[in-house]
């Protein structure tokens, strides 16, 4: 929560900035919403399957020339990754279905290039701040999920990633778009069973949304 705090205060600096020399009327904020598919990738995890959730949050674009535009978002992300019971060979070693629910505040800072009217792509660093952690296991033998408190935590609270993107936006606001992210570093623990084990998100999302 510390880091979320701090760097809220860093996001909101380098908004300010962008935002002082550009120019204000230009300054569109919108909303976004849309599907994730989501998994974890490494050498240990070539059997997980993609956990289909959803993403919901803000976005604004600042201009900076004719066809280059800073574009911050803010946004709930739900991640994570499927392990079939037909996968007998995975890092949990189990033969149950399970949902590891990985649920993130994501904080993107892209560079969004027009192409054409209408058409750009976007691409720059994804800041990850965890929310949520649990296991759904299915069957169980209680008949409920297991909720994993901070001291138990297999995963890091904060998360690096990159992003590469296209979106399409029309004439009176409305957007849609695509975009793929790509984890930086492991996001396990030390000192967990899953120490010496790399694994990274990798998500990819599609999305409308709306800029006033």
């Known amino acids: 929560m510390k880091k979320l705090i701090v760097f809220t205060g860093v996001f909101l600096f380098a908004l300010t900035s962008v ?6 009327n230009a300054i569109q904020l919108g909303v976004k919403g849309g599907v ?27 201009p900076i020339s004719e066809r280059i535009s800073f ?30 629910q990985l649920d993130y505040i994501q904080v993107p ?24 952690e649990e296991f759904d296991f299915e069957p169980t033998s209680d008949g409920g999920d297991i909720e994993i408190d901070e001291e138990d935590s297999y995963v890091k609270d904060f998360d690096t990633s990159i992003a590469l993107g296209t979106s399409y936006k029309f004439d009176g606001g409305f957007f849609v778009s ?20 790399d694994g990274k998100n990798e998500v990819w999302q599609f999305g409308v949304g709306f800029m006033f």
């Open 71 to 100: 574009q911050p978002e803010v946004f709930y992300s739900g991640q994570g990754f499927d392990v079939s019971e037909i996968d007998q060979d995975n890092v949990f070693d189990t033969d149950q279905n399970i949902e590891y």
């Open 19 to 24: 935002y002082a020399q550009s120019d204000s």
């Open 109 to 132: 800072l892209l560079i969004k290039a027009y192409l054409v009217e209408g058409l750009s792509v976007e691409a720059g660093p994804q800041f990850g701040f965890k929310i949520h």
């Open 178 to 197: 695509a975009r793929y992210t790509m984890g930086l570093t492991s996001i396990f623990e030390d000192d967990t069973p899953f120490e010496d084990v």
């Open 36 to 62: 994730n598919f989501s998994k974890i990738t490494g050498d240990d995890f070539d059997d997980v399957d993609a956990r289909t959730s959803f993403n919901v949050g803000l976005v604004a674009e600042l």
